[in-house]
């Protein structure tokens, strides 16, 4: 990011500290009417025809991006879906881990996608498997509600899972405490729904 003398056009399309728009000028002027107020020339849009410039306290502007990448890194996954893969033969210890995985996303606010993947003749067996995927759930129901009934789709029988509210959400497998989402995501207070692999 250019700043003041660093800025290499010869004219820019100026926006002044308010936001309002200065207009297209030489880059000279603009820089006077930076210094004149004590402030910045910052080229924001490089890439612009001419390149658009605010007038802004620089010191300023870098600390607030700074704080809404923090922000953003520390957000928590509101929104966010964390993919389990399951298997029907899977034995005590896999399936602990697992569980202790699922209920640390849904204390934190993420869903949980729950995939019983069905291999060869596992496929006769749907039944049994469906079965399981309703154990899954029940072992998970002091954290979580189903959003519908379980599902085949391809070979796999998948279950969304929703964390409950804060204050009703209860720890088995961690020792984890519940976070809200809500009292921590960004100023923006937008976020994208993501899919991640299995854990």
Known sequence: MRINQRIRAREVMAVGPKGESLGVMPTQKALEIARHNGLDLVEISPNARPPVCKILEYGKFKYEQAKREKEKKSSPAINKVKELKFHLNIDEHDYLVKMKHAEQFLLKGMKVKLMMVLRGRE?????????????????????????????????????MLTPLPVNKRKTRFTNEDAEDPELQQPESGTSEQTSETEV
């Not at 899954?136 to 954290?143: P, R, Y």
């Not at 519908?148 to 998948?158: D, F, M, Q, T, Y």
Request: hydrophobic share 40%.
């Open 123 to 159: 496929m006769m067996r749907k039944e049994w498997a469906e079965k399981r995927v309703g154990e899954i759930q029940k072992d998970l129901e002091h954290v979580a509600l189903a959003d519908n009934e379980p599902k085949l789709v391809g070979r796999n029988i998948n279950l």
